[in-house]
């Protein structure tokens, strides 16, 4: 049984920064690991994705600049750097990952695990 964990969410101002972290139970080194997020009333969108068989990297338009998903090659943990954070950030944010995979994906229904979501709030 494969799990997500992810921490890191909180309350921030406009312009400030946060970092999330997931965890993911598995040795399997290919993977592909993203972030999602989904906010009130809308759909859960991809915000990046990572393939740790090359990590190779996709970000959304609008979070391109302000965001950085990257990984600690010891310890397997996923993090996705926060920073310019704007009120439209404000969502659930979501980790999940594909595991045995040869190449990495950008839509949530291609990721079969998820962790619980942490709540991320950008107030203005």
């Known amino acids: 049984q494969v799990k997500v964990v992810e921490s890191g969410g909180g309350s921030v101002q406009t312009g400030g920064s946060l970092r999330l972290s997931c965890v993911v139970s598995?040795?399997?080194?290919?993977?592909?690991m993203g972030w999602f997020r989904q906010a009130p009333g809308k759909e859960r969108e991809t915000v990046a994705t990572i393939y740790t068989g090359g990590d190779t990297t996709y970000y959304t338009n609008s979070v391109k600049g302000r965001f950085t998903i990257y990984r600690d090659y010891v310890e397997g943990t996923l993090y996705l750097q926060m920073n310019k954070l704007k009120p439209e950030d404000t969502a659930i944010y979501y980790c999940?990952?594909?595991?045995?995979?040869?190449?990495?994906?950008?839509?949530?229904?291609?990721?079969?695990?998820w962790g619980q979501g942490t709540q991320v709030t950008v107030s203005s």
């Open positions: 598995t040795t399997n080194y290919k993977r592909c």
């Open positions: 999940a990952a594909a595991i045995g995979v040869s190449r990495c994906y950008y839509t949530p229904d291609d990721f079969l695990y």
